[in-house]
């Protein structure tokens, strides 16, 4: 096989190479990152339970239902340790608590 052949079938390689990838770009792939919309929000949604979690994954607060059936927000610290809750006790009467970093309570009412 000569120089001019050689370099010509490589040339080849690279032109089919590359047509491939666009090609089956096109095709296995949806569209970039970057202009994919974000979905559009919902005016209702609707759950048992709320999550919300930090980049880490530790819970940092959580809204949901108790064993009782009664509603509560809990904030939680970066460490995990609860800070605040407020909920509704199963008498149908208000509270909220706080803790410390410690989770010894340090204010609660009623």
Known sequence: ?????YGLIVLLALVAGFIGGVISSQIFVSGSL??????????????????LVDKTGIVRAALGLT?????????LDKNGVPRVVLGI???????LVMWDQKANPIWSAP
Do not use: W
């Open 1 to 5: 096989m000569g120089r001019k052949q």
């Open 34 to 51: 970057f202009t994919q919309k974000e979905p559009k929000p919902q005016k209702v949604v609707v759950a048992e339970k709320f999550r």
């Open 67 to 75: 064993g009782e059936g009664q509603p509560g927000l809990g904030m």
């Open 89 to 95: 006790g199963k008498n149908g009467r208000p509270s």
